[in-house]
C-alpha cells in the first residue's frame, strides 16, 4: 500500500489504519483535503469517515487502488 504522502490526492479512497483491530476491520475513508508543513511535504490529512470530517496524520492512511 502507498501512503497518501506519495498520491498527494484529494478525493482519493483510503484506508484508515487502527492497530488495535485486524486490517479487515479498518475503516474507510475519502481525502478532503492535504494539509503541508512548512517544507512543503505533506504532513496530514483532514479526511470524512462517514459524516465526520477529522485530520489524521499521514502515517496512519494507507491508499487504495481504485479501477
Known amino acids: 500500500m502507498q501512503s497518501v504522502e506519495k498520491t498527494n490526492s484529494v478525493f482519493r479512497l483510503v484506508v484508515l489504519y487502527d ?3 485486524p486490517r479487515s476491520t ?3 475513508a ?3 483535503e492535504v494539509v503541508k508543513g512548512n517544507d512543503g511535504l ?3 490529512a483532514k479526511i470524512r ?3 465526520k470530517l477529522i485530520s489524521i496524520p499521514i502515517t496512519k492512511l494507507y491508499s487504495l ?3
Open 19 to 21: 492497530g488495535e483491530t
Open 26 to 28: 479498518w475503516k474507510l
Open 30 to 32: 475519502v481525502v478532503q
Open 42 to 44: 505533506v504532513r496530514s
Open 49 to 51: 469517515v462517514g459524516n
Open 65 to 67: 487502488e481504485v479501477k
